[in-house]
């Protein structure tokens, strides 16, 4: 009878387990539009060091996003005036795209795409894309093409 209940108990503890870990593991994500004055759209290639594709991942979702800083960072981007002015269903956009690249010296797993600006000397993030994790190795390249479409004043 003792063992019956250890049993029980054992099935009960792991079921709580389990419930407590979805409720914590739940982020939620932000679907970037052009009704809501900024779509943004990321594309994600990892290469090997004999320049093989190892991952391609794209989002227009994102599970960190600081509106009131990308609006800072597109505004300083878009003063360089060399971003095309387009026009979408009658309505005109900036089009504002950005590489990042990143070669790695070690090895390591990246489980994010983030966009990051130092803001008053301290590195901020303006936008994550939380992704499953890939494994890189030593020489491997990392390239983000960032794409960001505002409507124009």
Known sequence: MKEISLKSGITLTGLFFLV??????????????????LFIFVQTTVRNSEGQLIAYLESSKFTDLNLELLES???FEASRGNDPIVTINEKEYQVIRRVQSKTFQTEDLVASTILS???DGKLT?????????????????LDSMWTFIRPVS
Do not use: C, K, W
């Open 117 to 119: 600006d130092s803001v």
């Open 125 to 141: 993030m303006l936008a994550r894309f939380a992704h499953d994790g890939y494994p890189v190795y030593q020489g491997d390249t």
């Open 20 to 37: 407590v870990i979805s409720f914590t593991n739940h982020t939620e994500a932000y679907q970037t539009d052009f009704e809501d004055g």
């Open 73 to 75: 960072f597109l505004d």
